[in-house]
């Protein structure tokens, strides 16, 4: 005998309020409604129900220069947050290990377009575009950086295929999502950046940017980036988040017991010791107190390779957050070098890695057949996940609560 189940059996255009469940399943298969509302629940097994309510507005986007797809990761939450259904229409990558992790965290099944600059963009279609090209030429990191100007053989310079997007598509994405390094604001390249927005401007977009720390979104990491929004048509009267206090520290992310396998080697920490004791041209390492520390430093595609990295005492050696391996710094510290030598320092683990950029522990899960040294260049090119999620839900936010996704016609 078929269960009787009541639902607002008028909103799929019946004449009842209560229906088998064959007659529910032809319902909702009506492409005017959703079954996004759970209104109900069947006594006999308490299964959830779902009943027809209002169709939740559509966003389409493609991901370039995708990397694990921190964007997909940061639209799926705020979709739930906001009541809106992102869908991927495709994504562009040309890494092998970021293409088998982007298959983990997001299915097999997305169409992958490979060299973003060799895309037809007439046979592809989008509402929102996201482009988060390559930082390694920008990068302060890089001294042989080559910046980002429109025809220089560089990484960077791929966001100038922006062009090939705009007069490609039969219909230009209605927003485009930019982020780049810190240093895109600095005086060697902020001119091409200038270039990159009256481009935008001239192509119809309003675009606004600004530089936030991930430390200031509730990720205990200092890693500054500069985030872009372009609107077409219009100004979304958008704010960018307000800074939270960070209330989950470093030392609460730190693994308590840690596979030796990430401690230095004796050469590799001695070299460190050696550069930082210089008196001309020192190059201290910054190592953490575990329990003392709050935020790590900016990670790296190479954790633990180069002076700037994170590296972790394996227990206190004073109240500080870290210590700077150098004559002065240790001095400061009243710390013996005798001391240090004697004790083991780490690099981060992949695990914390993943922590620090805001994947979830079903997510790291996924990749946990990955190497460490493919972990530490997946998350060092990536994006702080929660950052992402405090724009996303602010510019979209905005833009709901203005009526402008609807004057928008999403997924048109």
Not at 71 to 83: I, R, Y
Not at 95 to 111: F, N, Q, S
Not at 296 to 306: C, D, E, N
Request: net charge neutral; proline share 5%; charged share 25%.
């Amino acid at each position: 005998m078929e269960n009787i189940i009541e639902f607002p059996a008028k909103e799929a255009g019946a004449n009842k309020t209560i229906a088998s469940e064959v007659e529910l399943a032809q319902a909702v298969g009506n492409e005017n409604i959703s079954t996004y509302s759970y209104q109900g629940v069947e006594k006999d097994n308490d299964k959830i129900i779902p009943f027809p309510g209002k169709k939740r507005p559509q966003i389409t986007y493609i991901e370039t220069c995708a990397g694990l797809g921190a964007t997909s990761l940061a639209l799926k939450e705020v979709g739930e947050m906001l009541d809106l259904d992102f869908s991927c229409v495709c994504y562009s990558e040309i890494d092998k290990t970021a293409i088998r992790a982007y298959k983990e965290l997001h299915g097999p099944t997305l169409v992958n377009l490979g060299d973003v600059t060799k895309v037809d963009w007439s046979k592809y279609q989008c509402d929102l575009l996201s482009f988060t090209f390559p930082c390694q030429n920008i990068s302060i990191a890089n001294r042989k950086a080559k910046g980002f100007e429109e025809g220089e053989d560089s990484s960077s310079s791929i966001i100038w295929s922006l062009r090939d997007v705009l007069s490609q598509m039969k219909q230009k994405p209605k927003m485009i999502f930019m982020e780049n390094v810190a240093a895109i604001l600095n005086k060697k390249h902020k001119h091409t950046l200038n270039r990159l927005i009256a481009f935008l401007q001239g192509e119809g977009y309003h675009v606004d940017y600004k530089k936030l720390d991930a430390a200031d979104y509730g990720v205990p990491q200092h890693r500054e980036r500069v985030y872009i929004l372009c609107t077409l048509g219009f100004d979304p009267c958008f704010t960018y988040p307000a800074p939270i206090p960070l209330e989950t520290k470093l030392c609460d992310v730190l693994e308590k017991n840690p596979s030796p396998q990430f401690n230095l080697t004796p050469k590799a920490k001695a070299g460190f010791i050696s550069r930082g004791m210089r008196d001309v041209k020192s190059y201290p390492i910054r190592v953490h107190n575990p329990s003392k520390c709050d935020k790590a430093f900016t990670i790296s595609t190479r954790s633990g390779s180069r002076n700037y990295d994170n590296f972790i005492f394996e227990k206190d050696v004073t109240d500080d957050k870290f210590i700077k391996l150098s004559k002065k710094g240790l001095a400061k510290a009243g710390v013996d070098l005798n001391a240090i030598e004697d004790m083991n320092i780490r690099k981060l683990t992949p695990n914390e890695c993943m922590v620090l950029m805001g994947l979830k522990k079903e997510e790291r899960e996924k990749l946990k057949d990955f190497t460490p040294n493919e972990i530490y260049k997946l998350t060092g090119n990536s994006i702080v996940i929660p950052v992402l999620i405090s724009i996303f839900n602010e510019y979209f936010k905005a833009l709901k609560d203005n009526g402008k996704l609807d004057d928008m016609d999403m997924a048109s």
